[in-house]
């Protein structure tokens, strides 16, 4: 038996809510990187319960129009860039300036499995990875954190040889012979997690460079995967078809007092 019963009349409440944040998304009302209404406040204002206002904002961050930090609320998620590099700069990249050089700091080092991984590797599923976590910093101010994954078989002396101030492609050249020749990169703009804000002590919501990067040799074939993030609030990227690509330190915040 059919309904006479308009579809808005038996539409959930929660997917009212989440059509009408969405909508604001979509047409700018709500900006990027904007901070939402306290949930308190969008229970009074569409007259629901909390619950009902989670399940509409579980909707928003499942299709990645909002991100939810912990302790501070949500936000309109950033827009995403998507891009191929082909300049290979290694770990240099997250210093920027040549006179502030980045200190990095070992925080995992172990053999592990992932699928998802080693299939941008062209690894079999179950292939052992070498994983080697890091965290860069310049002038003692926690600015990335790097999670890299190479094939275990291929680099089997990485789990132990290579320190935290090495340079990992000028080892993979001078032990193995395998020489980065070109990456792909995809850049997107985050917030920070929980456990990012941690490492990094953050002291207030900042955007991130979130970057993916496969590395390859000089056979095409994939060397690395890594993933990456960035302060946008200390990092500019700048991209330039005539010269290399690379963070550079916002030199202009700390200027102007930036806390």
């Not at 460079?209 to 990092?235: A, C, I, W």
């Not at 290399?244 to 102007?256: M, P, R, V």
Request: glycine letters at 4%.
């Amino acid at each position: 038996m059919s309904s006479d019963k308009p579809i808005e009349a038996v539409m959930p409440l929660y997917k009212k809510i989440y059509l009408d944040i969405k909508q604001q998304i979509q047409a700018n009302k709500l900006q990027s990187g904007q901070k939402l209404p306290s949930e308190q406040f969008l229970c009074k204002k569409y007259q629901v319960s909390r619950i009902t206002v989670r399940k509409a904002l579980k909707l928003l961050t499942d299709e990645r129009l909002i991100v939810t930090v912990q302790g501070k609320g949500s936000y309109v998620n950033i827009k995403k860039m998507i891009g191929k590099l082909d300049q290979i700069q290694g770990f240099s990249e997250f210093a920027g300036s040549r006179d502030q050089p980045s200190k990095p700091k070992i925080l995992k080092r172990e053999i592990l499995k992932n699928a998802a991984i080693a299939k941008e590797l062209l690894l079999a599923e179950k292939a052992d990875l070498v994983y080697i976590k890091r965290l860069f910093e310049i002038a003692d101010v926690p600015i990335a954190i790097d999670e890299a994954w190479l094939p275990a078989e291929r680099f089997p002396d990485l789990l132990v040889k290579i320190e935290a101030d090495s340079s990992l492609y000028d080892y993979l050249e001078r032990k193995y012979h395998e020489i980065p020749t070109n990456s792909y990169r995809e850049i997107s703009t985050v917030l920070p997690n929980t456990k990012q804000t941690e490492i990094l002590k953050l002291n207030k919501v900042v955007p991130l460079f979130d970057v993916n990067k496969t590395v390859y040799n000089q056979f095409e074939q994939p060397l690395e995967f890594s993933h990456y993030v960035v302060r946008g609030d200390e990092m500019t990227y700048t991209v330039d078809s005539s010269a290399d690509s690379e963070f550079h330190l916002n030199n202009k915040n700390k200027e102007q007092g930036k806390n």
